[in-house]
């Protein structure tokens, strides 16, 4: 469905303020039910494509005419209670996993990803399956390709000038194999550990890591600077 384009000093109000775009059809489906005129959702195609601007934007936006405001707040407010639970169905949340170890983000290590070489994803999110005793094959799969994508990279640049942040400029021209990395296999890892010990999971630091990192592609930038 898409968005309804309502004029701000209109006939409509809002009612409601929705995370996700799925969350604001639901509430305007309960309400087209309940026997409104018309509510409306506003804010959820961009939401859709750019979801980190929820706090700035106040969350998806559920409209209806002023009119019927109070009716609408109480049946959103009945719909909470859960007044129009289905007999038989069970709203119990599964309970979350006790979580055995620290773990590190593999949200962040993509973003790190960017400077700090594509494969810095890939091995962190290796060293959580390893934490984890859980599968590794895909993990070293994509650590091994991004690995010689980075060093191709890092050779191409060498061959046409040389300096000690070569390596660092080379992960930002490949940095559209990080985002792939990450929306085809990496986040994967993320949901998983949302699914299985909430989204506050325990986590550990990348600070140290990532600077160690960041060192070594340095050191290994002024070395490739010496001899070329």
Known sequence: MTDQTVPATGDFVRVASCETPTEAHLLQSVLTAAGLERPQVA????????????????????LVRSSEAALARETIARFNA???????EDLTPAPLEEQPRLLFNPDLAFLLG?????????AI?????????A??????????????????????IHAEQSHPLLVFQASLGIAGLNCIWY???????SKGFIARFG??????????????????????????????
């Open 183 to 189: 929306l085809f296999f990496g986040r994967n890892q």
């Open 125 to 133: 999110q290796l060293s959580n399956a390893y934490t984890m005793r």
């Open 114 to 122: 960017f400077v700090l070489t594509p494969a810095f994803g890939p």
């Open 43 to 62: 804010d959820a195609n961009i939401m859709r494509v750019n979801p980190w601007l929820a706090s700035a934007l106040g969350g998806v936006r559920v």
């Open 82 to 88: 859960g007044e129009f639970v289905l007999e038989g």
């Open 135 to 156: 599968g590794r094959t895909g993990h070293w799969g994509w650590f091994i390709a991004l690995t010689a994508f980075s060093l191709l990279a890092v050779l191409g």
């Open 199 to 228: 989204a506050h999971y325990r986590r550990k630091r990348q600070r140290m890591v990532a600077l160690r990192t960041a060192l070594a592609l340095l050191a290994i930038g002024c070395l490739l600077s010496a001899f070329a």
